[in-house]
Nanobody
Framework: QVQLVESGGASVEPGKSLGLSCAMSVDTLGTFCVGWFRQAPGKEREGVAA???????NYTDSVKGRFSISVDNAKNTLYLQMNSLMPDDTAMYYCAIRWASCSAAAADYNYWGQGTQVTVS
């Protein structure tokens, strides 16, 4: 059974940094893509960053240069380092996984965590 558990969400001031973690309980990672998505109240869920099993990364334009995604395969843990946070980054952040190439579409991901709240104000 696949289980994803996010942690690290908090309330921070603009300009500060925050790191999110996603512990992934999976039998094997193999060929995969894991990503971070976020959803603000009244808005659709959007892809923030993704990384595949080859280490290739993708970022949405609004976070390029500020956010960094990484994965520790030995620990089965996904990370999102967020720097220079802005109020527009306020949202519930989710990690998700699919056993295929990365996609920006939330509907393409098979398993999701419960989310962790990030508030920037």
């Amino acid at each position: 059974q696949v289980q994803l558990v996010e942690s690290g969400g908090a309330s921070v001031e603009p300009g500060k940094s925050l790191g999110l973690s996603c512990a992934m309980s999976v039998d094997t990672l193999g060929t995969f893509c894991v990503g971070w998505f976020r959803q603000a109240p009244g808005k659709e869920r959007e892809g923030v960053a993704a990384i595949d099993s080859d280490g290739s990364t993708n970022y949405t334009d609004s976070v390029k240069g500020r956010f960094s995604i990484s994965v520790d395969n030995a620990k089965n843990t996904l990370y999102l380092q967020m720097n220079s946070l802005m109020p527009d980054d306020t949202a519930m952040y989710y990690c998700a996984i699919r056993w295929a190439s990365c996609s920006a579409a939330a509907a393409d991901y098979n398993y999701w965590g419960q989310g962790t709240q990030v508030t920037v104000s």
